[in-house]
């Protein structure tokens, strides 16, 4: 089936994402989708590919960008865990690149995303990134209640034979206060 390249492509990659996952069933995975989506295109229409590629390239970049961060602030995490207390010692005899995993990793710091090295960071920018997290968390402990609120209640049935939106929008509004 070859799709018409003359409407909007984002509306026309969205179609098919929706029909894919319609096809995928109950249960699916975003990657799966993804490749189903991607062989489709390649196969049927590689030019509305190209151009819906070539229309998020910098969104896909920036992904990249943000997954590198995340990378590194996880390492640092990781290696803190069993070499933190020598890094500290080996700074504090001179090793300036001893605590480098921590010092290099980067955070946001202001609502526009701009991003800056621990190394670099002031009180203020510590302080933006720690209310992120915060907020993060904040956000996530809801979800997390929320998810528990309606498993307690629907016992072996599924979501959808006891809830409709309605029902689960005051149920998550009740959470969020």
Known sequence: MKI????????????IVDE??????PSWTSGSIAVQVVEQLRTENPVLLEKWLDLHAVDVVRTMVNAVDRVT???AR??????FTDAVARHEAGDTKALAPWL???YVVTTGYDRKRLADMDKVDLNFAAATYTQRARTNAIQAAFLRAIAEKIGDMTVGEVYDDEAL???WRSLDN
């Open 104 to 106: 290099d990793t980067v």
């Open 169 to 171: 929008s005051r149920m």
């Open 4 to 15: 018409n390249i003359d409407g909007s492509v984002t509306e026309q990659i969205r179609r």
């Open 20 to 25: 894919q996952i319609a096809r995928a069933g």
């Open 78 to 83: 990781v290696k803190s865990d069993s070499v």
């Open 73 to 75: 602030r996880q390492e």
